[in-house]
């Protein structure tokens, strides 16, 4: 996911507020793509004025866009570039555990922004978050905080500020809750299509909402000048 927060038309000088996307990207080829319209409402959910939000996806480097091994809406969502990073204030990215690490379909995306870390930390000072799965099979079953903080240190690498979940009552009824990201939990369900899809436990929405929120709340309070 990119996010941009966007005080000026476009076009006109960013003379003031944040400029850039606020942007969350992800990779898994079985995944239940609900908009937030779609999930469930809370109270204490906010939408952060200024915030421009596009989900994109991490193309699979092996695969493609090979017909049938995507769930229907997945191939939807534009393909995350180097350049759209450049552009973003903040990138929240996840993708599914593997045996107790990142993807190595997110690590290949990782190692194609290289550059701008030999070229002067071109990253630094965007906010990063991520979030993460595990269980399941060929996922392996824990290890959650070591993937998610193997995100946090690509952010770091790049002079990128990590941000995780913020302190909540949330906390305390999800399953693998934690500090450093959301992690979706448990064995996934197969529907009628054949699609093994994960559902969310109210607590992880909560979670997730409450994440994005304070991923928002940290980028636009380090780009905002204050007017």
Known sequence: MCVRCVRDPPGLAPDRGCEGYHLPLMFDRKINTQTDSQLPPFPTHTQVEGAEVTVYRIRDPVLGDAPGTFDEGVLDAPIATPEVIMQSDCVIIG?????????????????????????????????????????????????????????????????????????????????????????????????????????????????????????????????????
Request: proline share 5%; charged share 20%; with cysteine.
């Open 95 to 227: 993708g599914p555990g593997r045996q107790g690490r990142m993807s190595a379909e997110v690590s290949y995306f990782f190692d194609s922004l290289t550059e701008f870390q030999t070229n002067g930390c071109l990253l630094k000072g965007k906010v990063g978050s991520a979030f993460t799965s595990v269980g399941g099979v060929g996922r392996g079953y824990g290890g959650h905080e070591a993937i998610l903080q193997s995100f946090h240190g690509f952010f770091l690498q790049h002079g990128m500020i990590p941000v995780g979940v913020p302190p909540s009552s949330a906390m305390e009824d999800a399953h693998m809750a934690n500090p450093f990201g959301v992690c979706m939990a448990g064995k996934p369900s197969m529907d009628k299509a054949g699609s093994r899809l994960r559902s969310l436990s109210e607590s992880e929405v909560k979670l997730a909402y409450s994440q994005g929120e304070w991923a928002s709340i940290i980028t636009k309070q380090l780009h905002d000048d204050g007017d």
